[in-house]
């Protein structure tokens, strides 16, 4: 699971973030202290960093974070929209820039997408089932699943925070994307198909439960099924 750090000194806007952080299946570590923020940036895959902090100047925090991690994926967060601040924080090593107010959707699409430019896509391991993000190869028990694209975004999005339940509208927004204007029945279809790949039966789930009026899942396990596997 990466870890991002995050240095933002209004409490209300961190709690927003971590949670949609942690929704992604990220581990969050959160500080509004500078000092604080160093001595976590050893364990970093990233940096999310308000530029405007009580403790600390945030661009000479940015130059300091380059010279003790210099490829660590930085997101800039700043309250300023003015074009030369924004250019010098690129200059200076940030790899994105966000000005407030911004949606939380954005933010963790930036965060995903700064991830996945540093590290490629993460392999996934869920007890038996592995997902390789570079390949869009799956395989269970070490045999090789037969999905298709749809299929294999599907497993990876339940696959990403196991234990997680997740609305049909989420899981349609994730892997059909916003735009999608079809019903999200589509997303039960889809739940059926991976459910027979799987050899899974819903009544006795072994890898995707309904969760009854709210949406879906994928169980956690190494915690749920110890002695299955
Ligand atoms: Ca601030």
Redesign the pocket.
Known sequence: MPKILLL???SQVAQLLRIALEQKGHTVCWTASGEEALQHLAGADLLAL?L??PDVDGVEFLSRVREIRPRLPVLVLT?KDDESTKVYCLEIGADDYMTKPFSVLEFTARVQALLRRAYGAPKIRVGPLVLDGEGHRATLDGKPLKLSRTEFALLRTLASAPGRVWSRSELLEEVWGADFDGTDRVVDVYINMLRKKLGDDPRNPHFIETMVGVGYRLLDLKRENPTVF
């Open positions: 933002e000194d209004d308000d405007g902090l309250a």
